[in-house]
Nanobody, 123 residues
Framework: QVQLVESGGGLVQAGGSLRLFCAAS????????MGWFRQAPGKEREFVAA????????AYAESVKGRFSISRDNAEDTGYLQMNSLKPEDTAVYYC????????????????WGQGTQVTVSS
């Protein structure tokens, strides 16, 4: 059973950067699409970014386009989310997800979900 573990979250000032990591264990995600979701207090969970198994095709929420970048290293079974120019409204718990197709990832129907990592952006 694949398990996903996120890390790299923390507290950062507005305008700063963070890099989130998603490590897989118990199996490989090298042939899975993967992505990131986030959920802020009192808000619905929302899609952030997704990438195909190859890392070639990517998709982003409008709110993060041009600021966030998703990537992966299949040899290491690890995914990344580089977050630049962070804003207070980016504050949320960020979840790594993986599934057979990118559509499933983007629609929130992923097979595997991590426990989440907290990102807090102060103004």
């Amino acid at each position: 059973q694949v398990q996903l573990v996120e890390s790299g979250g923390g507290l950062v000032q507005a305008g700063g950067s963070l890099r989130l990591f998603c490590a897989a264990s118990g199996g490989t995600i090298s042939n899975y699409a993967m992505g990131w979701f986030r959920q802020a207090p009192g808000k619905e969970r929302e899609f952030v970014a997704a990438t195909s198994w190859s890392g070639i095709n990517t998709a982003y929420a409008e709110s993060v386009k041009g600021r966030f970048s998703i990537s992966r290293d299949n040899a290491e079974d690890t995914g990344y989310l580089q977050m630049n120019s962070l804003k207070p409204e980016d504050t949320a718990v960020y979840y790594c997800v993986a599934s057979r197709s990118r559509v499933e990832v983007e629609e929130g129907r992923a097979d595997y979900w991590g426990q989440g990592t907290q990102v807090t952006v102060s103004s």
